[in-house]
């Protein structure tokens, strides 16, 4: 008997995020202009974007550091694939204990490894170089969540889990980055992020209908698109803050 997939591996995404490959390509040329010569992921998943990066920077050198396995054997054999196993590599561990300082920092969807929004941003400015960025991502409250939207979304969850994006970019600014580009993933990201992540258990529900596993994992999966189409949908939004540093001294 064939097992199924694990849940929410992202295995039929290019990102563990609200991400098209076109913002992907923007993001890369436009933090590629300055040549940093050294990149750190915290966080990183597969380190997908940091893969990217490293082809488009081929002097730069690229840390991912993320406490999943299997992601990081998924990045460590993409890298492999490309060529960039000498420039690529990929660390088990919690980020606030592995992160060095670099040139480019990039953190997308992980700021919980170092506590809330506002402990992230003063962790991460520690370790951008002088004159250096930090592509930083996460999710905010597009408008006020109703009790009713809010009890359709996590366990748990209650208005204070997001900022808003004026809020997000003022906490970037306090901890000491300057905006350089602000950007939100759009309903077609979002929707292409929650389809692909459930792409592959629905397919394989529908290849083995009398499977014993198959009306659990269809529970799962219905309960995970109400979450999505039910409560957050139109409600979070996910924010891409490119923020810089200053070249000398300090803000």
């Known amino acids: 008997m064939i097992d199924p997939p694990a849940l929410g591996t992202g295995s039929q995404l290019q990102f563990m995020a609200p991400l098209s490959a076109q913002r992907a390509a923007d993001l890369v040329a436009g933090l590629a202009v ?51 196993a000498d420039r690529a590599s990929f660390v088990a561990g919690e980020a606030g204990r592995h992160a060095q300082a670099a040139d480019l920092v990039i953190s997308i969807g992980a700021y919980q490894a170092f506590g809330t929004i506002s402990e992230a941003l003063a962790e991460l400015r520690k370790l951008v170089h002088p004159g250096g960025r930090l592509l930083f991502g996460a999710e905010f409250w597009e408008r006020p969540p109703t009790e009713a939207e809010l009890g359709r979304m996590w366990p748990g969850i209650d208005a204070d889990a997001c900022l808003y994006l004026a809020d997000l970019v003022d906490a970037a600014v306090t901890a000491g980055f300057r905006p350089l580009r602000i950007g939100t993933a759009t309903a077609d990201e979002w ?30 999966l219905d309960a995970q698109r109400s979450i999505w189409l039910r409560g957050h949908r139109g409600v979070m939004g996910f924010a891409y803050l490119t923020l810089g540093v200053p070249a000398h001294g300090e803000p």
């Open 34 to 84: 300055r040549r940093p010569a050294t990149i750190v992921d915290v966080g990183s998943g597969w380190g997908e974007l940091l893969l990217r990066l490293l082809t488009a920077l081929p002097e730069a050198q690229g840390v991912a550091i993320d406490t999943h396995g299997p992601d990081l054997d998924r990045g460590r054999a993409s890298a492999e694939q490309r060529g960039l």
């Open 191 to 220: 929707a292409e992020f929650e389809s692909g992540l459930a792409a592959d258990i629905e397919e394989w529900i529908l290849d083995h209908p009398d499977h014993p596993e198959t009306a659990g994992l269809r529970d799962k």
